[in-house]
Every structure is written in structure tokens, then in C-alpha cells.
Antibody, heavy 122, light 107 residues
Framework: QFQLQESGPGLVRPSETLSLTCTVS??????????WGWLRQPPGERPEWIAT???????YYNPPLRSRVTISVDTSKNQFSLRLNSVIAADTAVYFC??????????????WGQGTLVVVSS | DIQVTQSPSSLSASVGDRVTITCRAS??????LNWYRQQPGKAPELLIY???GLQSGVPSRFSGSESGTDFTLTISSLHPEDFATYYC?????????FGQGTKVDIK
């Protein structure tokens, strides 16, 4: 069955770019049944959806973050990635990648990576 | 954006208790309401999708229901692993927003 694993730096300096990659195993990222997303969760807060991508590369962004975020997919590597520009301390959070049903399962995120903590600090 | 408001924000219960958590949407969301359980230090786990659909592999002690813009998650008999934080999420319109969470701890 599908498994997702995040990778990337755990510390990013203010004003720099946060880059994370999610590797999908146990199935193809090119499935027409799913989208692939990034979410984050600051300590003690609720999860926040950041962005989602279809295997064709079509992106969907949360409007408050849209100007700083890029999501992309690499089907040859079965990976998708997140870039968040001009980071500030408020971007410190656990970042999750997740699979989302496309027109089924209520469009819920049904499989999640374990999450990776990213701290923004100088 | 559609807001989803959970209640209560926390509750204390014992193993074996029946627990209900409510989520109210700020407008009609046509059953597009999901429930997750998040154990400490772990990722959220999907329990219920589309208001009442039980996710594969999730125990039958979990159930979901709806009445208009009010949605309820019920745990019929608490197990030790159910002491966790629960979130609802609406997926009717983008951005898909989460409730503020309900922490269930041991009485």
C-alpha cells in the first residue's frame, strides 16, 4: 500500500526558501484517482492546508500562501515537492505530505507522511 | 472561507466511556466533512469521510452523523489509544479548513 515520506532541511534561516520533497512508495503518483498535498501544523495548532498537485502538474494553492508557495511533481521519481519563499518565524511547523482522494473519500487526506519539523531561525 | 467550529475544545473521559464531538459549519457543506484522530507526535489519521463514511481499517466504535450544518463524531467506547486530539475538516470549498480540535484526555 501507499506510503509517503518527507525529506528536507530541518532548519531554515529567515528570508530564505524552505524546500521539501515527498517520496511516494507502494504505488504510482500518476494515478488519476488522487491528488498530492502539503499541509503544516504549527506547535499546538490545527493543521493548515498549503497546496495540492495533480500528477499532470496542475497546482492548487491556499490563497494566503499562494504568493510564496510552489508545488511541483516529478512522476519519473514518484515524488512531489514544496517550495516556500521568504520564510519567517511563523512558518515554523511540522510539515506533512499527504494523499487526497479525487472525487471520492470526501476528498479527504487518507494517507499521510510522518511529518518533518521545520524551524525558521537564524 | 467556510469556518468549522468544534466543541468542546477539550474533554475528560475514562476507558469505556461514550464520547461525542461536534463540528458546526458556517454554511451548508453538503456532507463534505471529515474527521481525523491525531495521537501525540504523529500525523492525523482519517477516521470518517463524507460525514459518515467509515475509513477502511478504522474500528467500528467510530461513527459520524450530520444534521444540517452540524456534524457529530461518536466514539461508542473509548480505548486507550483514543486519548488524542480530534479534528474535523470541510472539503466542500477551497481552502479546505480544519476545526480547532478537541483534545480527549484521561479523567
Amino acid at each position: 500500500q501507499f506510503q509517503l515520506q518527507e525529506s528536507g532541511p530541518g532548519l531554515v534561516r529567515p528570508s530564505e526558501t524552505l524546500s521539501l520533497t515527498c517520496t511516494v512508495s507502494g504505488g504510482s503518483i500518476s494515478s488519476s484517482s488522487y491528488l498530492w498535498g502539503w499541509l503544516r501544523q504549527p506547535p499546538g495548532e490545527r493543521p493548515e492546508w498549503i497546496a495540492t498537485v495533480y500528477y499532470t502538474g496542475t497546482p492548487y494553492y491556499n490563497p494566503p500562501l499562494r504568493s510564496r508557495v510552489t508545488i511541483s511533481v516529478d512522476t519519473s521519481k514518484n515524488q512531489f515537492s514544496l517550495r516556500l519563499n521568504s520564510v519567517i518565524a511563523a512558518d515554523t511547523a511540522v510539515y506533512f505530505c499527504a494523499r487526497r482522494g479525487r472525487g471520492h473519500f470526501g476528498d479527504a487526506f487518507d494517507i499521510w507522511g510522518q511529518g518533518t519539523l521545520v524551524v525558521v531561525s537564524s | 472561507d467556510i469556518q468549522v467550529t468544534q466543541s468542546p475544545s477539550s474533554l475528560s473521559a475514562s476507558v469505556g466511556d461514550r464520547v461525542t464531538i461536534t463540528c458546526r459549519a458556517s454554511q451548508s457543506i453538503n456532507s463534505y466533512l471529515n474527521w481525523y484522530r491525531q495521537q501525540p507526535g504523529k500525523a492525523p489519521e482519517l477516521l470518517i469521510y463524507f460525514a459518515s463514511g467509515l475509513q477502511s481499517g478504522v474500528p467500528s466504535r467510530f461513527s459520524g452523523s450530520e444534521s444540517g450544518t452540524d456534524f457529530t463524531l461518536t466514539i461508542s467506547s473509548l480505548h486507550p489509544e483514543d486519548f488524542a486530539t480530534y479534528y474535523c475538516q470541510q472539503t466542500y470549498t477551497s481552502p479546505h479548513t480544519f476545526g480547532q480540535g478537541t483534545k480527549v484526555d484521561i479523567k
